[in-house]
């Protein structure tokens, strides 16, 4: 066992036992990362904060459920996508009408989430697109980021949110329709 490894499970026992510099130090631990998770979800930093924070309140809750099978930090960051997708269902505003005739390409195969071949200077740099992904309607960023950052199917996406299939698939194919079109200004 590595250094980090036991540093962790000592951490995790420590959460266990409800101690508050325990709790500490896997805020610490995680808080980059889980953050930059619930950043996906949200618009600004503020409620990606507040979703980061009910999200470690539930793992201090549930760590004594932790069956410490798998990975440790994945169990987290499941927690994590959860609570923004509960957060999602919160705020959810507004009903994303399906339409059935706004399929730009078939989306039941997985291919790159902007599909275009124009578009391969772009994955170079992760901080624009995930910045056009932040500004994207609440509905849309949340399917695309279950769907191709999570690896949701749209069945699954289906049952979580409460909508069908098809307004899964309509939304991330609206989603990447207007991620192509932020993102065009960007090629040369």
């Not at 459920?65 to 505003?93: A, L």
Request: net charge positive.
């Amino acid at each position: 066992m590595t250094s980090k490894s036991t540093d962790l499970k000592q951490i995790i026992d420590g959460c266990a036992k409800n101690d508050r510099a325990s709790q500490k130090k896997m805020y610490e631990y995680f808080y980059r990362g889980m953050m930059s998770v619930c950043m996906r979800y949200t618009n600004n930093e503020d409620e990606a904060k507040d979703v980061l924070q009910e999200g470690f309140l539930k793992i201090f809750a549930g760590v004594l459920n932790y069956s410490h099978t798998g990975s440790f930090e994945g169990w987290v960051k499941r927690i994590m996508v959860n609570t923004s997708i509960d957060y999602y269902r919160k705020r959810q505003r507004s009903k994303i009408v399906n339409t059935e005739n706004d399929f730009l390409f078939d989306l039941d195969e997985k291919a790159e989430f902007l599909n275009d071949n124009n578009d391969e200077d772009l994955l170079m740099d992760p901080k624009i697109v995930m910045k056009e992904v932040a500004n994207l309607s609440p509905a849309y960023r949340t399917v695309f980021n279950m769907y191709v950052v999570e690896g949701y199917t749209h069945k699954e996406i289906a049952s979580e949110l409460g909508i069908s299939d098809g307004t899964s698939k309509s939304n991330l194919a609206k989603a990447k329709m207007n991620l192509r079109k932020k993102l065009s200004k960007y090629i040369k």
